[in-house]
């Protein structure tokens, strides 16, 4: 049986009916969240987003801190449950942001937690001055027989008060805009086309 074909002329992404992806992403200050959800206008993905049992500082000092203190014990923080099953998917878009050079760690303990035997993960992440090579390699090293696709970062907003930069996110979610240019999202385009 031939499945139909949706295809997307503006933006290149093709997926077929019964083929499904998530997208799946952590958000400390909304700026992942973002991007995630402009993914998924794109994509029709099903969108979950990782929450911690216990939030993390507003300071982005402190927060710099611990991200590293956590990276270097590979700390994996309490996760609130969520209905996953890599099983169901075929693309699972991985979205975090870059945390001391690397994936954030509620992103760690969600891999920690799932078998992601010949899964195709096509990460993404946001990020004010690392790349994404650092959270590449973190993926690879926890799923090491997934088929991990060329990743994106994209450079996020960044204020030192992270709690003005939730507040500008939310303002920007609440007006259905966002922070993305017209280069990231030409960029965002593009690595969806070679998906």
């Known amino acids: 049986m031939l499945s139909s074909l949706t295809y997307c002329a503006q933006f290149g992404f093709a997926r077929t009916e019964d083929k499904k992806s998530a997208i799946v992403y952590y958000s400390r200050t909304l700026n992942t969240h973002i991007l995630a959800k402009y993914l998924q206008s794109i994509t029709n993905s099903d969108l979950i ?30 996760l609130v449950s969520i209905e996953f099953n890599p099983n169901d998917y075929d693309v699972i878009f991985l979205g975090t942001p870059v945390w001391a050079g690397g994936i954030s760690s509620p992103i760690r303990t969600f891999l920690s937690m799932y078998d992601f035997n010949s899964k195709v993960i096509a990460p993404f992440c946001t990020q004010v001055k690392d790349n994404i090579e650092g959270c590449i ?9 997934a088929k991990i696709l060329k990743g994106i970062d994209i450079q996020a907003t960044f204020e030192k008060d992270d709690k003005f930069l939730k507040d500008k996110n939310k303002n920007y979610l609440a007006n259905n805009t966002n922070y993305l240019t017209s280069k990231d999202k030409q960029e965002i385009n593009l690595w969806l086309n070679k998906i």
């Not at 987003?49 to 982005?60: A, E, G, T």
């Not at 390699?137 to 027989?145: G, V």
């Open 49 to 78: 987003s990782l929450q911690i049992i216990n939030p993390y500082p507003n300071d982005f000092d402190a927060m710099s801190k611990i991200a590293k203190e956590e990276r270097d014990r590979n700390f994996k923080p309490k």
């Open 137 to 145: 390699k973190d993926i690879q090293f926890l799923t090491p027989n």
